[in-house]
């Protein structure tokens, strides 16, 4: 990837953002609320684009990127970096575009965008948030989203969703119903898989065919009222998920076979969410919450060939329940304080069966249970120290006890301190600078903990009872420049250092799992872009890309050579381009994903996925405010995705590699209809 693009626009940020020249209609709102970090975008600085939603909003912030949030354990350290009203949503289940899409344009008051921190402000570990305030008038919406795929094949993947909702003040109810049946990428035809062998093996040549399914349905509902100093929201969901795949390989060469594999899900998940929020005093506020989550998950996944067949099975039950409260005081202007104490209750009962031939093979423990508590106390203050300078310094203490049972009876304990200190300095208005160094500690996926075979991708994952959590020190520095009023430039550098890294690693009775393999380190370099092409001639334009560099060492626990981390991909770039026509009614624009690639080291093989570069396109209509149809058209250049494994006989340190198994898939371009009807 060349870095010519970036040196450019380096030099464009460089050159126009000493005298910023925003548009005239949003300059007196977004200056009123520099001083205290919080830069306000009206609707007015939407106008241009008409947007829909408040996802559509979102989007076009300057220097924004939206993150979705952790899927770990808990509460507290999974939030994405977008609130509404100041609060984070009380579900783990919904993603933050489905929240951000379910709002309409039309309901937004203002969009807050803060960097770095403020007194008063939760950023849920975050160093930039999107704050979307809702009108407090009363509101009432129904809404239906009509969308589908539409393959070349002739297929549809059609997505229904009916949504409503009432606001008033503080009051509110909604509630929403989704369907959809579509395919996922694994659905191709026209694949070949190759695999040479070093002694001189005849070469195979096969025809690879897949196709798949998924089924999706969803209800949920939300209501808010107001309660006793404060007001209490009830929200509920229930889900109900199925994917099936089909793999077949024809052989053609050196003479005629075939192998089938398969794999289907089924999976029912259920929420219950409830927050309190009163006011404990003039400036003291105080939270409660509590979350449920249920889910009961059946795997299977099976393999045929002449004189072979395979079968693999996997239930699992899961539970979360999580008791949180927070107290937030604003002792000044300047000044804030955070406190927060967090229960959790997480378990996992897996039951596993593989069997080869009719008979049973052992794998792992057949019945395997794990369940945690896990306790959290936190504190936070943050400091305006001057007008240029926000410190925000806080730790977390977070305390648990995992039981395994199943194979293995075994109990532990944990306790790690969480410091985190983010200076941000702001010597003018156009430019900040940010500081951020913090000691993470990651979660156990209990998954981990569970032996599994994957038959469609001809693998099987041991499992390390005595699996601990990956800690890192990280540091990280940040610069951002604003400049053309609506443009942005950032680049961040973050290192870390490592402690118990978690890869792949031999285990003693053979074969491989997730494992702790040493300490190690990463690095990674982000450039973030928000370019208005109004100077550069073209109106209505605008110019996003993300630029992320990222390397990384460990020992290898197999050859003991130093290497990359699984799975860590070295760069990644997303460029987009988006227009909004005069007229108001028509926008378009294209978007690109670079190459990239990845690798997986196990005990005999490895293996690495490449991703060749992705295009795709969109053209939306707006005829009228409440009616909007947008069309795009994915993956212009049919990219192919490819796997290449190199497995060994016996160990990679060895270092006799066995055979070379070479697989590329051919994706077809597909279009995206959405039509968006706002009923009332």
């Not at 100093?229 to 929200?235: E, F, L, Q, S, T």
């Not at 927060?340 to 052992?362: F, K, Q, T, W």
């Amino acid at each position: 990837m060349s870095l010519g693009p970036v040196i450019l626009a380096l030099g464009l940020a460089s050159s126009g953002a000493q005298e910023p020249a925003p548009p005239p209609s949003e300059t007196p709102a977004i200056a009123a609320t520099a001083e205290r970090g919080v830069t306000v975008y009206p609707p007015s600085f939407f106008e241009a684009q008409r947007p829909s939603t408040a996802l559509d909003m979102v989007t076009r912030l300057p220097g924004f990127r939206l993150d979705g949030g952790d899927t770990a354990r808990g509460f507290a350290g999974t939030a994405g970096n977008v609130l509404v009203n100041g609060e984070r949503p009380t579900t783990k289940s919904e993603n933050l575009r489905d929240i951000l899409t379910r709002i309409s344009a039309s309901a937004v008051e203002r969009v807050e965008l803060i960097r770095g921190g403020a007194p008063g402000i939760d950023m849920q570990g975050q160093t930039i948030l999107a704050n979307v305030v809702i009108k407090s008038t009363v509101q009432v919406e129904k809404v239906a989203n009509i969308q589908t795929y539409l393959y070349p094949d002739g297929l549809f993947g059609p997505l229904l969703e009916f949504q409503a909702s009432r606001r008033d003040g503080v009051n509110e109810i909604e509630g929403s119903l989704k369907a959809t049946v579509d395919r996922t990428d694994q659905t191709f035809d026209g694949g070949a898989r190759v695999t040479s062998f070093p002694d001189g093996r005849p070469t195979i040549r096969e025809a690879v065919k897949g196709y798949d399914q998924i089924q999706n349905y969803a209800a949920r509902g939300a209501i808010q009222r107001a309660a006793p100093g404060g007001k209490v929201r009830v929200n509920g969901k229930v889900e109900y998920f199925s994917y099936d795949r089909d793999v077949v390989y024809t052989r053609y060469q050196p003479g005629p076979g075939r192998q089938d594999s398969g794999e289907t899900e089924k999976e029912w998940t259920g929420e219950f969410g409830a927050r309190y929020d009163a006011k404990l005093g003039p400036r003291t506020d105080l939270q409660l919450v509590f979350l449920q989550n249920l889910g009961d998950e059946t795997y299977g996944s099976t393999f045929f060939a002449p004189g072979r067949t395979e079968i693999y099975r996997e239930r699992d039950k899961t539970a979360e329940s999580i008791l949180r409260g927070e107290v937030k005081q604003r002792r000044s202007q300047a000044l804030s304080l955070e406190g927060s104490l967090e229960g959790a209750y997480n378990v996992l009962d897996g039951d596993i069966r593989y069997d080869v031939n009719g008979a049973p093979v052992d794998i792992g423990p057949p019945q395997v249970k794990v369940e945690e508590l896990r306790g959290e106390a936190a504190g936070k203050a943050v400091w305006r120290a001057s007008p240029r300078l926000v410190i925000e310094a806080g730790a977390r203490m977070e305390i648990s006890r995992i039981t395994q049972t199943g194979g293995v009876d075994l109990e532990r304990s944990f306790f790690y301190p969480k410091p985190r200190v983010l200076a941000t300095w702001s010597p003018n208005s156009v430019d900040q600078l940010r500081v951020r160094v913090e000691r993470e500690v990651g979660q156990l996926d209990f998954g981990d903990f569970i032996a599994s075979a994957d038959l469609t991708a001809g693998s099987q994952d041991g499992a390390d009872a005595n699996l601990e959590p990956q800690r890192s020190w990280v540091g990280e520095v940040a610069w951002e420049r604003r400049f053309w009023g609506a443009g942005s430039i950032s680049t961040t550098l973050t290192h870390a250092e490592i402690s118990d890294a978690v890869d792949y690693k031999p285990l003693v009775g053979g074969g491989d799992a997730p494992s702790n393999i040493g300490s190690g380190r990463s690095d990674q370099f982000v450039i973030l872009m928000t370019l208005p092409t109004q100077k550069l001639g073209i109106s209505g334009g605008q110019v996003k890309a993300r630029f992320s560099w990222f390397d990384s060492e460990v020992t290898d626990p197999v050859t003991f050579d130093k290497r990359r981390i699984t799975n860590a991909t070295p760069f990644v770039c997303n460029l987009s381009f988006t227009r909004d026509m005069p007229s108001g009614k028509w926008s378009w624009g294209a978007s690109t994903n670079c190459p990239n690639e990845y690798s997986r080291f196990r005990l005999g093989e490895v293996r690495t996925q490449r991703f060749e570069q992705y295009f795709e396109g969109f053209v939306e209509w707006k005829p009228s405010a409440d009616l909007t149809v947008r069309t795009t058209l994915s993956n212009w250049t049919s990219r192919n995705v490819t796997r290449e494994r190199v497995i060994y006989r016996g160990s990679r340190a060895d270092n006799i590699v066995d055979r070379v198994e070479y697989r590329s898939l051919p994706f077809e371009p597909y279009l995206f209809i959405q039509v968006r009807k706002r009923l009332g």
